[in-house]
């Protein structure tokens, strides 16, 4: 007969290991990637060759379109973003912080992008808007950073 304290202790290793699927992080690039929810962005980030510098030193705050925010956007802006490489970049790189800014540490106020624009920032409780954008998932984390998920596709200012 086995004793049921061994059944118990055996039990629950296996309930631990069980639970132990959590992927370590990575970089902020390899992060997008694996996320089914950010597939379009992680396409666009490798179209405007941003790919290696996401995966670079950072630290980078990411503020991640899903792809239901990108379905939001007019198919004839995304036909000139995809036809425009310079447009393109800048259109993905102001959503991005230089900086690693967890949710908790957001601060009201304005954020310089690394398109260089500022980005307003707002937060109340536990509820943090960009421009006019709400983070859905905050805190993903990275090796270079970290990832918060966003309802739409940030636009910065035109410059003349």
Avoid: W
Avoid at 21 to 36: E, I, K, M, S
Avoid at 97 to 120: I, Q
Wanted: with cysteine.
């Amino acid at each position: 007969m086995i004793p049921r304290r061994l059944i118990l202790a055996t039990s629950l290793v296996a309930l631990l290991a069980g639970c132990a699927t959590t992927q370590p992080p990575v970089p902020v690039a390899d992060a997008l990637a694996r996320d089914p929810q950010l597939s379009t962005l992680s396409g666009l980030v490798q179209k405007a060759g941003l790919t290696d510098t996401l995966r670079g030193a950072g630290p980078f705050t990411v503020f991640a379109p899903t792809n239901d925010a990108f379905k939001a956007v007019p198919q004839k802006t995304l036909e000139e973003l995809a036809a425009n490489p310079a447009r393109l970049r800048a259109v993905l790189t102001y959503h991005v912080l230089p900086a690693n800014v967890p949710a908790a540490e957001v601060k009201v106020g304005n954020a310089k992008t690394v398109e260089g624009s500022n980005l307003a920032l707002s937060k109340a409780g536990t509820f943090v808007t960009v421009e006019d954008a709400m983070v859905q998932t905050p805190d993903i984390a990275a090796t270079n950073g970290v990832i918060h998920t966003i309802d739409r596709v940030l636009m910065p200012p035109v410059r003349r």
